[in-house]
């Protein structure tokens, strides 16, 4: 926890306006970005990627998770090893550190909405209401055609679970249980391969990454709540609270909300993050923007 004694002056007179603005506000957008979940302990190298993947980086050579997911790997048996284990521990357990836990006690009580770019679920695990919530970058929970030949998406929870059994592990809350004899294996049975239920193409992962991404009925439905929300409080007062937004997709979110806030004079732009936390001169006197951790800066109130 950041201790106010040893913050930098000029840092606290920061979060004094941060948590002044935030507390008085009745309605907040926030924006959120791969930092938020790196900071509550969604690590994809270090550590965490040699405790669940050492088996894999000595095979393949790669370093951390993310590089894994485009690993050409030779066979769709030990590609389904290696997404099976990065989806469930990325998805179907619960971050090391409460930062969305205590993200939510904030806001709960506020008319609040969420647009992220982040594919975890980690919102909704903290209790954050699913309607109030746009994942415009798609679902680690949700398969959808690789064709694809239609436009729906499919819940791979059960399956999941079935491909790290096979492989020897154990699934828990928090991650998984290493094999209690030998090493994992690193291939699934060929029945678990998931296909298509209507061309029998292999399935792949709702995540965008090219043209094939399927947009489905909760996406659109998703989008129309954040549309509606958005024009519900153009002019009114609100925070946009842009939270480990990096430039990867900065229209999704970041020049979104430097947008909304230039439009909107009754509207105040918050950022935190870790050496990417500034805003435009146009609205930098509405602007606090706190370079730091963001469980470390939500743990200062």
Not at 123 to 139: C, P
Not at 240 to 265: D, R
Not at 281 to 289: T, W
Request: glycine share 8%.
């Amino acid at each position: 926890m950041l201790k106010t004694k040893q913050i930098p002056h000029k840092t606290q007179t920061k979060l004094h306006a941060f948590w002044q603005a935030l507390g008085q506000a009745d309605a907040v957008l926030i924006g959120a970005g791969a930092g938020l979940s790196t900071s509550a302990g969604f690590a994809y190298s270090g550590p965490r990627f040699r405790r669940y993947f050492a088996d894999f980086e000595d095979k393949y050579g790669f370093h951390d998770m993310y590089s894994g997911g485009f690993y050409p790997f030779p066979t769709p048996e030990e590609q389904w090893a290696y997404w099976s284990r990065f989806i469930y521990l990325n998805r179907y357990c619960a971050p090391p550190k409460p930062v969305y836990d205590r993200l939510y006690a904030l806001v709960k009580d506020k008319d609040y909405f969420v647009l992220t770019t982040n594919v975890d679920h980690c919102f909704q695990k903290a209790g954050f209401d699913k309607r109030r919530l746009f994942y415009t970058q798609g679902d680690y929970g949700l398969w959808q055609c690789s064709k694809p030949c239609h436009d729906a998406t499919y819940d791979n929870a059960a399956m999941i679970r079935q491909m790290v059994e096979a492989q020897g592990f154990v699934p828990g809350e928090t991650g998984l249980l290493l094999p209690a004899q030998g090493a994992p294996s690193m291939r699934v049975p060929t029945g678990l391969i998931p296909r298509c239920p209507r061309c029998g193409a292999p399935m792949a992962m709702n995540l965008r990454a090219d043209d094939t991404f399927v947009q489905d009925v909760g996406w659109y439905a998703a989008a129309e709540r954040y549309t509606d929300f958005v024009r519900r409080h153009k002019d009114a007062p609100i925070i946009y609270l842009e939270l480990g937004v990096g430039m990867n997709t900065p229209g999704i979110v970041k020049y979104n909300f430097w947008n909304q806030t230039a439009q909107n004079p009754a509207a105040r732009y918050l950022c935190v993050n870790q050496g990417q936390a500034y805003a435009p001169r146009e609205i930098a006197g509405r602007a606090i923007c706190i370079e730091g951790d963001i469980g470390a800066v939500l743990e200062t109130d």
